[in-house]
């Protein structure tokens, strides 16, 4: 049997929407809540067998995602908890999380969620303009968003997430602010701001080709962006990573850095990734394949790498370059035993010298031009 002595995350994906949004090319599907009990028996088997194979290793965070975990029953969910809690040792202060759509929960159902051990909720809010929410194709407003706030602080979540996204075709700089300060004023703990990425074969990419709608405007949304980390500062919170924010360090999503920092996790469930002792593996993207696999008994395992120390290190700085602490030397070192000036010393030099990247010799940050051109400072290191 295979043994993990380190703590890893445990991410659990729940493919199932009431409706499918515009702009998502998640793996996601609408109209197939008949599947949700042989879905979560089969997530329950593969529970079980990463525990038994990886030696029922400790588990400190574990995070439901989607799609929308949301919508499943509060009893289907029970079984997973207890799935997880006898496959893996769970820490005492794990961090629980799961993503929840406004328009799919009540008090009732967040005071059953708090039952089964969940402390951080993440709401999808996304606007607070009920048009822009209709565009996105949400099926809840922003009215609901409220109430969804106001019905978790009472059930007694005290680490709360809310989600927005900026840089809607025809969406305007005041308006974007007008959502900034709706959010803060709601008092999350945790505030998680996206650009939006076209995806192609999504229903927004398609009225995109077709006319219908124009594309976003980039220079626009570049500047909205330095608007939220403006007011976000003035509001108290620390932006630790390029996309996040949080009240305090307690409040920093710790599943979610355990991907930044390129740490080990599990994910199990339909399209799920995993990464550990240097592989990286994909289940079946689609729930019923992902069932069936289980039913038999049969691998539902898609994708399968191997991940060499190069490609290792790279994804390394990629990743660790979206957060605020960035790349630390003396961690690198540890880690690949090698320093992290021997092997990119030339490249942060010279985005240094671009001046995307503070680079002192012992530590690498993104600086805010970087945060801006994200994607141009990764690519030099995978």
């Known amino acids: 049997m295979a043994r993990y002595g380190e703590s890893v995350a445990l991410y659990v994906h729940v493919p199932f929407c009431r409706a499918r949004c515009a702009y998502c090319d998640f793996n996601t599907y609408a109209g ?227 991907y930044w920092r390129n740490d080990p996790w599990l994910g199990v469930g339909a399209g799920a990734h995993s990464w550990l002792d240097g592989r990286r593996w994909g289940n079946l993207r689609h729930p019923e394949p992902y069932i069936a696999a289980w039913q038999r008994e049969d691998t539902a395992v898609d994708e399968l790498e191997t991940i060499d120390q190069a490609l290792e290190m790279g994804e390394t700085m990629m990743l660790g370059l979206r957060t605020a602490e960035g790349v630390d030397t003396s961690r690198f070192h540890a880690r690949f035993g090698i320093g992290l000036e021997v092997v990119f010393g030339e490249q942060l030099t010279q985005l240094r010298d671009l001046g995307l990247v503070h680079w002192d010799g012992h530590t690498a940050r993104l600086t805010a031009r970087g945060r801006l051109l994200g994607n141009q400072v990764f690519m030099v290191f995978v």
């Not at 794990?94 to 969940?118: D, F, I, K, S, W």
């Not at 968003?145 to 709360?160: I, K, P, Q, Y």
């Not at 945790?190 to 995109?208: D, Q």
Request: glycine residues 8%; charged residues 20%; aromatic residues 10%.
């Open 32 to 258: 197939l809540e008949a599947l949700m009990p042989p879905y979560v028996a089969a997530v329950c088997q593969e529970i079980r067998s990463s525990g038994e194979r990886w030696g029922f290793p400790k588990v400190s965070t574990v995070y439901f995602g989607g799609g929308t975990p949301s919508i499943l029953p509060l009893h289907l969910l029970d079984n997973v908890f207890q799935a997880i809690r006898r496959a893996f040792r769970v820490s005492r202060d794990a961090e629980m999380t799961l993503e929840a759509n406004p328009g799919t929960v009540t008090q009732a159902y967040l005071l059953g969620l708090r039952e089964l051990g969940v402390n951080r909720l993440s709401l999808g809010v996304q606007s607070a303009h009920d048009d822009e929410l209709c565009f996105l194709g949400r099926i809840h407003t922003w009215a609901q968003a409220v109430e969804a706030v106001g019905a978790a602080r009472a059930a007694g979540f005290d680490n709360l997430n809310l989600d927005f996204i900026f840089g809607l075709p025809g969406q305007t700089y005041a308006r974007w602010r007008e959502t900034l300060e709706a959010g803060v004023a709601l008092g999350p703990e945790h505030l998680s701001l996206y650009g939006l990425t076209v995806e192609e074969e999504t229903p927004l990419h398609r009225r995109i080709v077709d006319g219908k709608v124009l594309p976003p405007d980039q220079d626009l949304a570049a500047e909205m962006y330095t608007l939220a980390e403006r007011v976000l500062a003035e509001a108290g919170f620390f932006h630790y990573e390029i996309s996040n924010w949080a009240q305090a360090s307690r409040y920093m999503c710790r599943h979610n850095l355990t």
